[in-house]
Nanobody, 124 residues
């Protein structure tokens, strides 16, 4: 069983930055691909970014390319999402997810474990 705990959300002005963290329990973290997804009020959950087991593959949603950076520290069982140049449309609950396989994917159905989410609010 893998437990994921997100942190780092909050309220920020447009143009600002936040860094989300997701700490994972379990000894197999380094073998898992990890992903970040988000869900805004009234919207479906959408893919944001993913990272494979080694960090060498990092697909992004077009809407965040060039602004967000996903990274991981396997020694700390933690994945990060650095969010820069935030926009009001980035407002959402952000979820961390773990996939029981090493390759990154944008498909939410491929992820086996989910965190409880952390709220990000970007004011204009």
């Amino acid at each position: 069983q893998v437990q994921l705990v997100e942190s780092g959300g909050g309220l920020v002005q447009a143009g600002g930055s936040l860094r989300l963290s997701c700490a994972s329990s379990g000894r197999t973290f380094s073998g898992y691909a990890m992903g970040w997804f988000r869900q805004a009020p009234g919207n479906e959950r959408e893919f944001v970014a993913a990272i494979n087991w080694s960090g060498s593959s990092t697909p992004y949603a077009e809407s965040v390319k060039g602004r967000f950076t996903i990274s991981r520290d396997n020694a700390k069982n933690t994945v990060y999402l650095q969010m820069n140049s935030l926009k009001p449309e980035d407002t959402a609950v952000y979820y961390c997810a773990a996939r029981g396989a090493p390759m990154a994917t944008m498909a939410s159905a491929a992820y086996n474990y989910w965190g409880q989410g952390t709220r990000v609010t970007v004011s204009s």
